[in-house]
């Protein structure tokens, strides 16, 4: 079982709907949690940590579900430049290392 | 506040050749990690250093290596590569402070193709 796990998409949505990213972790001692946005050929750039009680950006909302060992990030009202690929990261538990899972690919259509 | 830079952006290499990816971290930064991306995949850790320290690895073999200067500036080197080499090289740093998990913030990468 991969560390962590994360739907590959591609997840196509018209603009201004709602959609939901999932993703599973398989080390219950982890404790950072983020979400990262990488555009096609570029860096990864972080879009938002999750925290314990769950927390929102404006459009983009991440919650943390521990006892099952997910963490998820909700978009609402999808803009065009939405459309990218949202990784997934935990840390290593008891080290300083950031586990990426593959990456989900949305593209919002006009 | 200047980012994570990286040099060079793009480089071609052969197979045994060695290669050597540098990285200077964002302003205030003492902790530096490399990742590997290959194309569909999610980036791979590959090592963190710390105080010019290496502070944790990833599954890489010996061939990787690396280092960290008194600037918390960097280096990856790759001995013998190898076509599986070829990959977007990242590098990112993190304000570490004792017992946090800081957030990571990336430079704009290196790609190295192996032929």
Request: net charge neutral; proline share 5%; charged share 20%.
């Amino acid at each position: 079982r991969k560390e962590v796990e994360q739907d590959p998409g591609p997840f196509n949505v018209p603009e201004g709907a709602t959609v939901a990213f999932n993703c599973t972790y398989s080390n219950s001692a982890s404790q950072s949690f983020f979400w990262y946005r990488q555009d096609c050929r570029k860096e990864p750039k972080l879009l938002m940590s999750v925290y314990s009680s769950g927390n929102e950006d404006g459009r983009f909302t991440a919650q943390l579900n521990r006892a099952s060992q997910y963490i998820s990030l909700l978009i609402r009202d999808s803009k065009l430049s939405d459309s990218a690929t949202y990784l997934c990261v935990v840390n290593g538990a008891g080290t300083y290392k950031y586990i990426f899972g593959t990456g989900t690919r949305l593209k919002v259509l006009a | 506040e200047t980012g994570v830079t990286q040099s060079p952006t793009h480089l071609i290499k052969t197979r045994g050749q060695q290669v050597t990816l540098r990285c200077s971290s964002q302003s205030g930064h003492n902790t530096v990690s490399w990742y590997q991306q290959a194309l569909g995949q999610g980036p791979q850790f590959i090592f963190q250093y710390y105080r010019e320290e290496e502070n944790g690895r990833g599954n890489f073999p010996p061939r990787f290596s690396g280092l960290q200067f008194p600037n918390y500036s960097s280096e990856l080197n790759v001995n013998a590569l190898e076509l599986d080499d070829s990959a977007l090289y990242l590098c990112a740093s993190s304000p570490r402070t004792s017992g946090s998990w800081n957030e990571q913030f990336f430079g704009p990468g290196t790609r190295l193709t192996v032929l």
